[in-house]
């Protein structure tokens, strides 16, 4: 991506971060999640192992989904919201364990382990790109 910068014109040619790729990619799943929660509940609650009486509460789970994608891809445009970007790591790698142990002891279908797993992987994905961006150099002007 290029830009003007300055009074001389210069360019800065970036490529962006590739943290903030992740995060706007994680926000984009959550938005195709959220939607097909909301608009075919069925097939996911099936899915899930749980019974077609239970769309309600696959609808207001994928209203959930929406909003927290809205976030997260509002979030991955903000270089300032680094700080939570790195937050997120945490929070989704942890999601991995805490949904194998809630199904382990049978709170969970075991199916909702591959969703978090996913989700972990995410978790790994940013945690590798903003490793990358910490160590690639800073933009410079080319003239």
Known sequence: MERENGAMGSRVVTTGSSASV?????????????????????PLLHLGGMPAEAAGLGRILGIVLVVLAIYYIAMGRLPEARPLWKLSVYLRIAALPVGALMSAVGLLPAVVVIFVGIDALGGVITARALARDAAAPSPRPID
């Open 22 to 42: 992740t995060i706007i990619g994680w926000g984009i799943w959550l938005l195709l999640g959220g939607a097909t929660f909301l608009a075919y509940p069925y």
